[in-house]
């Protein structure tokens, strides 16, 4: 009985790191307006929280800096920049953070998990107000 716990418990916590391997990584994500290819964003994991950096602007980027943010990322490159923070693993979703749009300088409320059935797709949830907004992203080979 002891080894059957045992395993199971092995087998939970497997899980639960591929599950958090699989969130992390680099994503192309596509602009909503154009359907279009815009940027490739790396999300890593630093202690229990996981955060994602903008690691390349694609030719379809329609802008390179941040000219609607404000405080500290006001004008600065959108290539670099954090635009997703503070997000929790839970139950093989990413949650409870924040996520920014350089297009509007707004940041969002944010929740992801990957599609069902494809662990190569990203769905990335912002909302605000109880509205909400659904992009997909695709995992860079």
């Given at each position: 009985?002891?080894?059957?716990?045992?395993?199971?418990?092995?087998?939970?916590?497997?899980?639960?790191?591929?599950?958090?391997?699989?969130?992390?990584?680099?994503?192309?994500?596509?602009?909503?307006?154009?359907?279009?290819?815009?940027?490739?964003?790396?999300?890593?994991?630093?202690?229990?929280?996981?955060?994602?950096?903008?690691?390349?602007?694609?030719?379809?980027?329609?802008?390179?800096?941040?000219?609607?943010?404000?405080?500290?990322?006001?004008?600065?490159?959108?290539?670099?920049?954090?635009?997703?923070?503070?997000?929790?693993?839970?139950?093989?979703?990413?949650?409870?953070?924040?996520?920014?749009?350089?297009?509007?300088?707004k940041w969002y409320t944010c929740k992801m998990w990957l599609?069902?059935?494809?662990?190569?797709?990203?769905?990335?949830?912002?909302?605000?107000?109880?509205?909400?907004?659904?992009?997909?992203?695709?995992?860079?080979?």
């Amino acid at each position: 009985m002891k080894n059957y716990i045992l395993t199971v418990l092995s087998l939970f916590l497997l899980h639960s790191s591929i599950q958090a391997q699989s969130l992390t990584g680099t994503w192309k994500t596509i602009d909503d307006e154009t359907n279009k290819p815009k940027s490739h964003v790396e999300i890593y994991q630093t202690g229990n929280s996981y955060h994602g950096k903008v690691t390349k602007l694609l030719a379809d980027a329609t802008t390179s800096k941040c000219d609607k943010c404000s405080g500290d990322r006001h004008n600065k490159p959108i290539q670099g920049m954090v635009i997703l923070e503070n997000m929790k693993l839970d139950d093989g979703e990413l949650q409870d953070g924040k996520i920014l749009d350089p297009k509007n300088g707004k940041w969002y409320t944010c929740k992801m998990w990957l599609k069902e059935g494809d662990p190569n797709v990203l769905v990335v949830r912002g909302y605000v107000f109880g509205f909400y907004r659904t992009q997909y992203w695709y995992r860079v080979k």
